[in-house]
T-cell receptor
Framework: GAVVSQHPSWVICKSGTSVKIECRSL??????MFWYRQFPKQSLMLMAT?????????EQGVEKDKFLINHASLTLSTLTVTSAHPEDSSFYIC?????????????FGAGTRLSVL | DAKTTQPTSMDCAEGRAANLPCNHS???????VYWYRQIHSQGPQYIIH???NNETNEMASLIITEDRKSSTLILPHATLRDTAVYYC????????FGIGTKLQVIP
């Protein structure tokens, strides 16, 4: 149980285009979902926290207009990188908490590798 | 969230126990200690968590000191597939990842 699916796993796009990444909790309702970004040889950096039906809370330094997060249901959150540029190339990872009794354990997706040309 | 300190890297012989330490001296009374690991180019994987008592599951054991200022993750019989970066997290809601410990299991 507690499976989080992230799609796509790899995406290549041209500079200036927008890319949408989906994060789904397959067998539980996710009360909270998190979005992280990871550059090579670095740790995960939290970008934003989202709760179903409310606006996401962004970490300091993360542009909310560039990284649009929608958490429309208890099983789906999306991250849209708008007008992507090469410096946005990174490994994006989502996670979710929510299964009853799991004490806020985060269950992670497999990640999406974004390459902006 | 509590600040955690871990060694940057460790080696362990295959089949031996891997003991990964973590210092979380600023942890508060209601904050759990969580351990995750990240195998190269994958999303992190939950391993174990605890509050005060020692915990064991099918993956590992977690030993928490009585003052809760530090803990040790124990992989009882390390395999090559346990090579990963291990993260110790102190917190309740938001998880902040540090650098973690890069564990290399050696044949």
């Amino acid at each position: 149980g507690a499976v989080v699916s992230q799609h796509p796993s790899w995406v290549i796009c041209k500079s200036g285009t927008s890319v949408k990444i989906e994060c789904r909790s397959l067998d539980f309702q996710a009360t909270t979902m998190f979005w992280y970004r990871q550059f090579p040889k670095q740790s995960l950096m939290l970008m934003a926290t989202s709760n179903e039906g409310s606006k996401a809370t962004y970490e300091q330094g993360v542009e909310k207009d560039k990284f649009l997060i929608n958490h429309a249901s208890l099983t789906l959150s999306t991250l849209t990188v708008t007008s992507a540029h090469p410096e946005d190339s990174s490994f994006y990872i989502c996670s979710a908490t929510g299964p009853p009794g799991t004490k806020n354990i985060q269950y992670f997706g497999a990640g999406t590798r974004l390459s902006v040309l | 969230d509590a600040k955690t300190t871990q060694p940057t890297s460790m080696d362990c012989a295959e089949g031996r126990a891997a003991n990964l330490p973590c210092n979380h001296s600023t942890i508060s009374g209601n904050e759990y200690v969580y351990w995750y690991r990240q195998i190269h180019s994958q999303g992190p994987q939950y391993i174990i968590h605890g509050l005060k008592n020692n915990e064991t599951n099918e993956m590992a054991s977690l030993i928490i000191t009585e003052d809760r200022k530090s803990s040790t993750l124990i992989l009882p019989h390390a395999t090559l597939r346990d090579t990963a970066v291990y993260y110790c997290i102190g917190g309740y809601q938001k998880v902040t990842f540090g650098i973690g410990t890069k564990l290399q299991v050696i044949p």
